[in-house]
């Protein structure tokens, strides 16, 4: 049985990846932001452990490092996220910004800071930051974004999340630790775009298939629907 680790696990994605990862007899640990979510949590995977805790508050590295204590972890989803409007230098604001910064950034390296020696003591252990294709440099440069609507603060944290990725990879490539970003497809969740055609089950089906088949290598930047994706 190998570990998993899974941020803003009760709701979309999360808990999609959740119920995959059950389902193909993994241990669960996870990392939910508000009480009753933990407890519906805890009755639909009673072998869980459930951490309840926001990834952006000042103590949340050390509960998550005590939370993994002893423990050996073999995979580390980064799935927390937020969205925000804003869309335009006029309707944008430093205060979103900020947030989507704080939960994308701050939040991810929190968590692997916090997770780094339950993740090296696994002889093959994987970071899998859940990053979106708006965070891609080239595609907003080639005007891929454009019109879309999505936020300004959104894409910036992710893009800025992405060149986070990239730094940990660096980092953590002679310990042995897979670091990859995963864009995980349209999604039809509360967050979806115009376009979204793929259900969070789907998505994370496609993503745990990927692990289990060792198909993620480290500094990729996939898209579940494409394939790889560019910086």
């Known amino acids: 049985m190998r570990n998993v680790l899974i941020t803003g696990a009760n709701r979309g994605l999360g808990l999609a990846l959740a119920r995959e990862f059950s389902s193909r007899g993994h241990g669960l640990f996870l990392v939910v932001r508000r009480f009753d979510a933990a ?81 090296i003591n696994s002889p093959q252990a ?38 986070l990725t990239l730094c940990i990879a660096d980092d953590l490539e002679e310990q042995g630790v897979v670091v990859a970003a995963i864009h995980p497809g349209r999604m039809l969740t509360a967050m979806a775009a115009a ?9 994370a089906g496609r993503i745990a298939e990927w692990v289990s088949t060792k198909a993620i290598n480290n500094r990729d930047y996939l898209c579940v629907e494409t394939g790889k994706l560019p910086w």
């Open 195 to 203: 376009d979204a055609q793929l259900t969070a089950a789907e998505s």
């Open 126 to 163: 994987m970071i899998l930051n859940i990053s979106s294709r708006r965070g891609s440099m080239t595609m907003q440069a080639q005007g891929a974004a454009k019109g879309a609507g999505c936020s300004f603060s959104y894409r910036i944290a992710k893009a800025a999340q992405n060149m």
């Open 39 to 119: 407890t519906e949590m805890q009755i639909e995977f009673p072998d869980a452990k459930l951490l309840c805790c926001d990834i952006t508050a000042q103590q949340y590295e050390q509960q998550l490092r005590q939370f993994l204590q002893g423990v050996t972890l073999n995979l580390l989803i980064n799935n927390a996220g937020s969205g925000s409007s804003g869309s335009s230098v006029d309707s944008a604001l430093c205060s979103q910004l900020q947030r989507e910064f704080d939960t994308h950034c701050k939040g991810t390296l929190a968590t692997v800071k916090a997770a780094l020696v339950s993740l």
